[in-house]
């Protein structure tokens, strides 16, 4: 099925940069700015949005498949409530709720983007 929208790709990929470098400066600061566990939560959301925001700069080409657009879409939301959440609670002492929300879209995300994988 073709996406209706491939100006998307462009989205994508733009917030995986975005994520990267946001997760350089939550790396920095957790280094140098806080200790124990808000550095620890820091240092977490800082390697998760480096990951997926390099996955997604990286896929994000081509996503003319409505079901690449939906995973990268889901691992895009899953990094921002996830690292969100645990930079939430290092940076202003905000609950983690919605970190495991993150997680389990981070996980749909790559599973559907396997399965995208594989009906190429």
Known sequence: MQHPR?????????????????????????????????????????????????ALAALAGHTERLLKTLALGAMLLGTLLFSGSLAGAALRDH???????GGMLLI?????????SLRR
């Open 6 to 54: 491939p100006g998307i790709s462009r989205l994508y990929a733009a917030s995986g940069c975005l994520l990267a470098a946001a997760s350089v400066a939550l790396a920095a600061y957790a280094a140098h700015g806080v200790t124990g566990e808000a550095q620890a939560r820091l240092a977490i959301a800082a390697a998760f949005a480096f990951a997926h925001g390099l």
């Open 95 to 101: 609950s983690t709720a919605l970190a495991p929300l």
């Open 108 to 116: 749909g995300g790559w599973l559907l983007l396997a399965v995208h």
